[in-house]
């Protein structure tokens, strides 16, 4: 099983980096989590945000926020719109579908008596 985060939105934020105090390089990104197997391919609702300073070039983790930047990405947060969860079947898992499906009705036939071997 692969677990991925697929990138959905980049928020840029005037606020003050605490580490270098630009207020031109903090970005907010949001990226959702994507289950892959052989078989399916899942959009889950598991969104995670990393606010990160372009012009010092360092993740900013939570410990670090001040209270301002603390309520700007709450805010951001609430107004965030994750894709919509999905799940879908590949390839190899409907043609293993319809193969088991022949092959209960061939069952099936063959117990009523309609076909004979």
């Not at 003050?16 to 630009?22: A, I, L, Q």
């Not at 360092?58 to 930047?69: E, G, K, L, S, Y």
């Not at 805010?75 to 965030?80: D, G, I, L, P, T």
Request: proline share 3%.
């Amino acid at each position: 099983m692969n677990n991925s985060y697929i990138h959905i939105q980049t928020e840029t934020l005037n606020n003050n980096c605490p580490e270098c105090f630009s207020t031109d390089g903090l970005q907010l990104n949001f990226s959702q989590k994507i289950t892959e197997t052989r078989f399916y391919k899942a959009v889950t609702n598991d969104v995670i945000c990393e606010l990160r300073c372009k012009v010092c070039d360092t993740d900013i983790f939570p410990v670090r926020w001040t209270d301002d930047i603390e309520r700007i990405i709450g805010y951001k947060k609430k107004a965030f719109t994750p894709k919509s969860k999905s799940f879908k079947l590949k390839r190899i898992t409907w043609i293993f579908l319809i193969i088991l499906d022949i092959l209960v009705l061939l069952g099936i036939l063959l117990a009523a008596g309609v076909i004979k071997i």
